[in-house]
């Protein structure tokens, strides 16, 4: 006799979970259906983007510029504590000569001169102070070792000085080395992304910058270019003659610059020393807040950390090298990217 027994259903828990999985089975078949690959920057994002990366390079740039500035500074102070240090170490030398001399001859007649022990002694001040109380030193050799004990304080304070730079130094170029790193990865980036453009999208990028640079130009000279002072016209001066000359990080001229380069080589042409970096280029001659009181010849300064400067162009421009893939050109103050801090009159 057949057997009619009715098939066991699936429990409801087992239910929920076939469910459960067809579902999010469904769903990242939907997920990988509608999945598109990833959309090519347009020419306006790439810009942003290289814009953005080139600020950051030349925040890295005025920081290398300081490193190496110091770098050049300790090399010169420490070049000058070794000169003077190897032309105190030959007078130390004629002193201990001249001091052995005259007990030489006291020694050779018979006297016994406790200056003799200077040689032996490995603590010479101590020596000294116990030798300038005996009775055989005479009022010479007192003085010759009061000399002696003084130059070698004085040699061993400018060793230690002299130590201490070097180690300022050594730390100073691991600081320029990474700065420089740094540097050259932003620009690396950067290039990699305008090499991702079109040969249209370059060309319109291009033609963007040139419209922008003729237009200040004509605007600057329609302006107002009365000078800050004789030789804020003669700076001024300067840095037109250098109008096209391309933008390369850490340069001073004269036939490339960053942005603080052009303005220390600028005001260099017209007899004045500035310093090299921009944000210490900010600590120099009077400071000005107001646009409207500028004149030509000005430094001016953008961004928070003032990591860019420019010379004051007149009718709310500024010349200046603006960052890598340009060159020295006119622009307004309005379109640097970041914001205007302040004017300095030097």
Known sequence: ??????PKQPSRARVSVLTTVA?????????????????????????????????KAEQATEKYNGAKEKQEKLQKEISTI?????RGQQELNKLRDGLGSMAAGQYRTG?????????LSADPDDYLDKASTLDQLSGQQVEALKKIQDKQRE????????????????????ELGNKKKEVQGKLAEAQRLLNSLTAAE???LAAEQDR??????????????????GRAGAAFSAAQSKVGTPYVYG???????DCSGLTSWAYAQAGVSIPRTSEAQANIGTRIYSQSQLQVGDLVFFFNDLHHVGLYAGNGQTLHAPRPGTAVRYESMNTIGGPFMFGIRV
Request: no cysteine.
């Open 1 to 6: 006799m057949a057997s009619h027994r009715r």
């Open 23 to 55: 579902a999010a089975a469904v769903a990242v078949s939907a997920q990988a259906a509608n999945a598109a690959p990833s959309a090519k920057p347009s020419k306006d994002e790439v810009k942003s983007k290289v814009d953005n990366l080139y600020e």
């Open 82 to 86: 070794q000169d003077n240090v190897a």
């Open 111 to 119: 006297g016994i001169d406790p200056s003799l022990q200077l040689f």
């Open 155 to 174: 040699l061993t304070q400018e060793r230690s000085e002299a130590s201490s730079k070097l180690k300022d130094l050594a730390a100073t170029r691991t």
């Open 202 to 204: 370059k060309a319109a």
């Open 212 to 229: 922008a640079s003729r237009a200040s130009a004509d605007r600057v000279q329609l302006g107002n270019s009365t000078p800050a002072s």
């Open 251 to 257: 340069a001073t001229g004269p036939s490339s610059f």
